[in-house]
């Protein structure tokens, strides 16, 4: 992930990751208020984790986190999907 750069480039690269991890949690903070489901707010929450790992240097932790994050966001499209599916809408 980012443990490869030094100097300008990681605190570049640490930004633009900051920056896209604060556009996924917005995203997923929409999809907690329309559904209500609790996995959501479980993946804004490890996501900002992450993100304190990445300040920290703490890379492999912020990959594991953000590894469970998009795993709990997944299963709750793999249900959606599977809604979907049943009604006959996909």
């Known amino acids: 992930m980012l443990s490869g750069l030094k100097d300008d480039q990681l605190f570049g690269a640490e ?4 920056s896209f ?24 929450l490890k996501i ?3 993100q304190g790992r990445i300040s920290l240097h703490e890379y492999s932790k912020a990959n594991r986190l953000l590894s469970e994050a998009l795993s ?16 006959g809408y996909l």
């Open 48 to 50: 900002v984790e992450a």
């Open 21 to 44: 991890l604060d556009a996924l949690t917005g995203e997923i903070e929409i999809a907690y208020n329309v559904t209500g489901s609790r996995s959501f707010r479980e993946a804004s």
């Open 15 to 18: 930004k633009i990751m900051s």
């Open 72 to 87: 709990l966001i997944t299963t709750c499209g793999q249900k959606a999907t599977q809604l979907l599916m049943e009604k």
